[in-house]
């Protein structure tokens, strides 16, 4: 199977506008994925606890972090997310000439929510992720049927200060640190010769397997990647425009910059077709420690036709997203059974279904459509306006934030349905969020 999966972008300053770190990923894949936006709260444990990834169990760790995830219905792990720390993490399926293991392990999306749970920086989460390869490994059918797609992955992770690339082929990695400017990441190995961190057998790996001949100067990308490029020609071509599209903003991107990187379809990388972009996610997150992070989530298909809808983090949060949640199956769930995938449970959650009904107005009835379209851009940017008044003064009333996504996901499915005013929800949340003043950007 041809990679034809993801891109995930970070920018720091000086080519973001202000003193922000702007992160943002799609996740890309089968059409007839459901993808779901949850929150799981800070949780301790007793020592000798277990966690059940989807396919196998590992030693858990004594406090896990309170964590907002976008991931498929149907696993344990996640596309992509944040934590509480701030720290934003996507991973990307990537192939090059060790063979991805096709042995239950952990797949590429578990290690996102293992690391995201345990990591309070970027850079910790490099080396969880180390830590969990060489114990666990990676490996494992990666979509909700019976298939021998599998991958090995890259990751792109980032905290209040700075990013990283990690890419994997098996157990063996390389790491590299992004302090300024911007990187994004497709499906293809990126990290030349700039590396940081590694795996310490990673260059005798190399030379033994004949790929190195450890004179010339190390290049992962090229010492690992396929002889032959062609299969990752598709992949790289994103990569390419991804790039493109980050310089052409370099300076002055934002969370709209990114969002409207997502959307873009002439790159590829709002992707159409049997694979398409199933959920996407802009995270902003300020350099300052006193102000808070604003991450983004669509939880549907196609960012084209869907809202950016923010979540922050306060303290001693507890809040269930049950628009975005997903029917749960428990030990009848054919992902758990043996044999699995025998069937497809429906996973549809209340917004997902109320989103495909809307995207198939839009795409056979111009003007209620278009109606709908314009709709929901109205909704977003009233949502990002009011998002700014906390990224430049702080969380006022952390209370009013607790159903910040719950409602945001609560007008969307209202103007499906033809029942919400822009302009009242608008004065309803700010006079919520206890400011009504104008915001001036810089």
């Known amino acids: 199977m041809h990679p034809c999966s993801c891109d995930t972008f970070v920018a720091l300053p000086p080519s973001t506008e202000g003193q922000r770190i702007i992160f943002g990923k799609n996740s890309d ?15 301790d444990y007793e020592p000798g606890a277990k966690v059940e990834c989807t396919y196998i169990q590992i030693e858990q760790v004594a406090h896990t972090y309170a964590i907002v995830l976008s991931r498929p219905a149907w696993l344990w792990g996640a596309e992509m997310g944040a934590n509480e720390h701030q720290v934003c993490l996507g991973n ?13 392990a952990l797949l590429g999306m578990d290690l996102v929510r293992l690391a995201l749970e345990r990591a ?32 090995n992955n890259s990751f792109l992770m980032s905290d209040r200060k700075e990013a990283w690339v990690m890419e994997t082929s098996g157990k063996h990695w390389a790491a590299e640190r992004i302090e300024g400017g911007y990187r994004n990441i497709s499906n293809e190995y990126s990290i030349t010769t700039k590396i940081d961190k590694e ?34 020609e598709a992949s790289g071509s994103r990569y390419c425009e991804g790039k493109k599209l980050l310089q052409k903003s370099n300076g002055y991107i934002t969370a709209q910059t990114m969002m409207d990187i997502l959307r873009d379809k002439d790159s590829g990388i709002n992707m159409e077709g049997m694979f398409m972009t199933t959920g996407s996610m802009v995270s902003v997150v300020p350099v300052d420690p006193a102000l808070p992070g604003v991450h983004y989530f669509t939880a549907t298909p196609d960012p084209e036709r869907s809202v950016f809808k923010p979540f922050v983090f306060v303290e001693n949060m507890r809040v269930e997203l049950k628009e975005t949640a997903s029917p749960t199956y428990g030990p009848e769930d054919p992902v758990k059974k043996n ?45 990002i306006k009011q998002m700014e008044e906390i990224l430049y003064r702080g969380v006022e009333q952390p209370d009013a934030l ?15 349905s033809g029942g919400v005013n822009v302009q009242e929800s608008n004065v309803r949340d700010t006079a919520a969020l206890g400011n009504t003043s104008t915001v001036t950007t810089t």
């Open 199 to 232: 795996h310490p057998d990673l260059r005798k790996y190399a030379q033994r397997k004949n790929w190195w001949n450890g004179k010339s100067q190390f290049n992962f990308a090229a010492v690992y990647s396929y002889k032959n490029t062609s299969r990752i």
């Open 29 to 43: 894949r089968p059409c007839d994925e459901v993808q779901e936006v949850l929150y799981f709260p800070a949780t």
């Open 92 to 104: 990307e399926a990537v192939w090059g000439r060790e063979n991805p293991n096709d042995k239950e």
């Open 339 to 383: 044999p699995r995938f025998q069937s497809k449970p429906d996973r549809k959650h209340n917004l997902f279904a109320k989103h495909e009904v809307a995207a198939a107005i839009i795409e056979t009835h111009k003007e209620r459509g278009g109606r709908i379209t314009r709709g929901l851009r109205r909704l977003e940017c009233e949502r």
């Open 120 to 151: 309070d920086t970027a850079e910790k989460c490099v080396d969880i992720l180390a830590e969990l390869l060489e114990k666990y490994g990676q490996g494992g059918a990666c979509l909700e049927e019976q298939c021998d797609f599998t991958y």
């Open 402 to 416: 607790l159903d910040l996504f719950p409602s945001a996901v609560r007008d969307e499915m209202k103007l499906y």
